[in-house]
């Protein structure tokens, strides 16, 4: 199958099970939140695949879905999972029961602060077409020093941070919100469990993590 195919239906698979959730959790499909918010992951999601198999088709393979090696990282995502599940399902709910009264010029916020996440994410796979799904080094695999990564460690990481918070705003469940918190420790656990491999398998990596101090958050951590 040609790879701008699997890249995109693997995508709009994901957008098609985000809304299984938050439709079944909130017990309507009246839900013009989740309706924007799924709009704009899947549009954005499809233009960053045109975007790729224009000018480095090889960035679409090494982001398909695949199965981490690492015990620990297989353990990172399974959390993971579960707790993007709970904040779906809890945006859901919160719509079900009305806890939240998000103002709706607050909830396009969110999707246009998606829309941007996603579109940072497409600059960081640009800087870095190494990035991949899964923990590991590629044979020959560069440090990339520049642009994002001249700044923090892990731009694709503040990417996914960004998108925790973005998305319960998106979808108007404030309550959602406190679900990120166990998200972060979760993706701090995947930060330090990868940068372990990166300074072993990696040459020059220690080197670089003395450069650039900050490995998520400028200034901060």
């Known amino acids: 199958m040609n790879i701008f195919v699997k890249s995109v239906a693997a995508h709009l698979q994901g957008v098609a099970m985000t809304g299984l959730v938050l439709f079944l ?14 709009a704009v992951i899947a549009a ?12 480095d088709p090889e960035v679409l393979r090494r982001r398909l879905p695949a199965a ?3 015990r620990s990282q297989k353990l990172v995502v399974a959390a993971s999972f579960a707790l993007w599940g709970g904040l779906l399902a809890v945006s859901g709910l919160d719509h079900r029961f009305g806890w939240s009264e998000v103002p709706t010029a607050l ?13 940072l994410v497409a600059l960081v796979l640009t800087q870095n077409s190494h990035a991949k ?27 996914t941070a960004l998108q925790t918070v973005a998305t319960p705003i998106a979808l108007g469940s404030y309550w959602a919100l406190a679900v990120a918190v166990p998200i972060g420790a979760v993706l701090v656990t995947r930060i ?5 491999l990166l300074c072993t398998e990696l040459p ?16 901060i951590w």
Do not use: K
């Open 133 to 159: 799904v899964t923990v590991g080094v590629d044979e020959d695999q560069p440090i990339i020093t520049t642009g994002m990564y001249a700044v923090i460690r892990h731009p694709m990481y503040a990417c």
């Open 107 to 119: 909830c396009v916020a969110g999707s246009v602060l998606m829309a941007v996440q996603m579109g």
């Open 192 to 196: 330090l469990d990868e940068e372990e």
């Open 25 to 38: 959790a909130a017990g309507t499909v009246n839900y013009w939140q989740a309706w924007t918010y799924l």
């Open 204 to 219: 020059g990596y220690a080197d670089y993590a003395q450069r650039v101090r900050h490995r998520l958050v400028p200034g």
């Open 68 to 70: 981490e090696s690492r």
């Open 44 to 55: 954005v999601g499809v233009l960053t695949s045109i975007w790729f198999l224009r000018t």
